[in-house]
């Protein structure tokens, strides 16, 4: 049970005052069993990147919103990472081929919401959100470094709710490795797309969105 009436890891993708001057704001958030209220009521469309089995046990609280959308980023008919890809750095470059069907349809929910601000969202609002989130940076022109202050912005952010996870592990040392959140590891994985593909446009193309789709974002 959350013992918080906020939402903690709310903010603007990029950080504060990234989008100022965009026809829309792009916010990315942790979700949490909490009132609506706690959303700003400019939210026309909210991109939910959970599973199944993590809508049914929180459902999300705009919900009902006309705009909500469940876009799960893990593809279903693959496992969610290779049994290699111990670090984070590992498996978001992992996710970035492996779910590529499913990112590509997350892309597109957010090429394609209505007029209004956008969330994206999943459960701690640090991985999949964070993957997300830094390739929209960098293809709205962020620098490096401001990406990688932006992932670890996280940290601080969910630091009651990894102490509550810490003290409820039974793998201590898998907990402390999916916790992690520094700035490096937002930047290694756009230094990866751009290494492998050219750039984050490029690797949108490469996953099959189209230049009017990539121009919507």
């Known amino acids: 049970m959350t013992t918080t009436s906020t939402l903690t890891n709310l903010r603007e993708v990029g950080g504060a005052g990234f989008q100022r001057g965009r026809t829309r704001t792009?916010?990315?958030?942790?979700?949490?069993a909490l009132p609506a209220s706690v959303y700003p009521a400019s939210l026309a469309t909210v991109v939910d990147?959970?599973?199944?089995?993590?809508?049914?046990?929180?459902?999300?609280p705009l919900r009902s919103l006309p705009g909500y959308?469940?876009?799960?980023?893990?593809d279903p008919s693959v496992s969610e990472a290779a049994a290699d890809a111990i670090s984070l750095e590992d498996?978001?470059?992992?996710?970035?081929?492996?779910?590529?069907?499913?990112?590509?349809?997350?892309?597109?929910?957010?090429?394609a919401a209505?007029?209004?601000?956008?969330?994206?969202?999943?459960?701690?609002?640090?991985?999949?959100?964070?993957?997300?989130?830094?390739?929209?940076?960098?293809?709205?022109?962020?620098?490096l470094d401001r990406i990688g202050a932006d992932y670890?912005?996280?940290?601080?952010?969910?630091?009651?709710?990894?102490?509550?996870?810490?003290?409820?592990?039974?793998?201590?040392?898998?907990?402390?490795?999916m916790q992690r959140c520094?700035?490096?590891?937002?930047?290694?994985?756009?230094?990866h797309v751009e290494?492998?593909?050219g750039s984050v446009t490029d690797y949108l193309r490469a996953i099959g969105l189209t230049d009017d789709e990539i121009d919507g974002l």
């Open 26 to 32: 792009v916010l990315r958030a942790n979700t949490e």
């Open 152 to 177: 670890a912005e996280t940290g601080p952010r969910l630091a009651d709710r990894f102490a509550r996870e810490r003290e409820e592990s039974q793998d201590l040392e898998r907990t402390t490795t």
């Open 114 to 143: 209505a007029p209004g601000d956008v969330l994206v969202c999943c459960s701690a609002g640090k991985d999949r959100t964070g993957v997300v989130s830094m390739l929209l940076a960098r293809l709205w022109g962020a620098d």
């Open 195 to 197: 290494s492998e593909f």
């Open 91 to 111: 498996q978001y470059t992992d996710w970035l081929w492996r779910h590529r069907a499913t990112i590509a349809e997350v892309f597109r929910a957010i090429a």
């Open 182 to 191: 520094v700035p490096e590891t937002a930047v290694h994985v756009v230094r």
């Open 49 to 60: 990147l959970r599973r199944d089995d993590e809508i049914a046990a929180v459902e999300h």
């Open 69 to 74: 959308r469940r876009v799960p980023l893990f």
